[in-house]
């Protein structure tokens, strides 16, 4: 399809390409703000699309970069909008950025979390000690997140341990947070971006998406191979950039923060760029019905 001529979906493969790499596909790793809902609004065509995938015995997964609610808001909130899934569907940046410190900083126990209050229920619960902000205080390491009760205080605290040198860790990448409000949510690479300007100090790490971790722990967990897998988002440098890394499908879907511009100017680009999940849908029930 010339890119000149889109109407709901764009893939630079060859369609029959397409179509035998879709239908290998068993598991969908699904983003969720600006790809399933629109911060408190769920989209219309979801349900229907989770539906689709259960009909056509694909399973799915739920992964977010946003660590800024706990695993139980998540599933609170998806219940609320009549999504019901057992706990190990869902996957956060938050819990990503904990199974890495266990791995890589096992002496690590007092963080100083620039989070909000349910991501740091969250590293409670996980057996670390949440530091205070006391002037002169240096715990074992700094984890910055998107904090949207982010106080002043606080960033300058999160500051002075990063120039003190100790691990520093970023949850995620993302500049800003989609949401149907009229404003812009500064989110954790933003936050990093201050801090760096502030002190010459990047994270030693970046968490969450783009990483392939989120992937590869789905592989693990449901013994699949990475071209099983397909990662569907609104965003290339985090959605797309993931299943690349993982070796995996990538879906853009324009229902969230990228433009049709932008998709279509990114090189790479994703596999297959669709409108909206609907059409990713419509596009798996095909390869499905078409394997021989």
Known sequence: MDKNTFTDCYSPLAHEELMTRLAAIRHVALDMDGTIYMGSTLFPWTKAFLAKLDALGIGYSFLTNNPSKNIDDYLHKLEGMGIGVPRERMYTSALATIDHIRTHHPEAKRLFLLGTPSMIAEFEAAGFESA??????KPDMLVVAFDMTLAYPRLCHAAWLAAQGIPYVATNPDRVCPTDRAEVLVDC?????CIEYATGREPDVVLGKPDPGMLTGIAARYGLQPSEIAMAGDRI?????TARNAGSLGVLVLSGETTLETALASDPGPDLT???LREFGELLEEARQSRP
């Open 132 to 137: 205070p902000a006391t002037e002169g205080d």
């Open 189 to 193: 690479g933003s936050i990093c971006k």
């Open 237 to 241: 440098y985090t959605d797309v950039a």
């Open 274 to 276: 669709a409108r909206t």
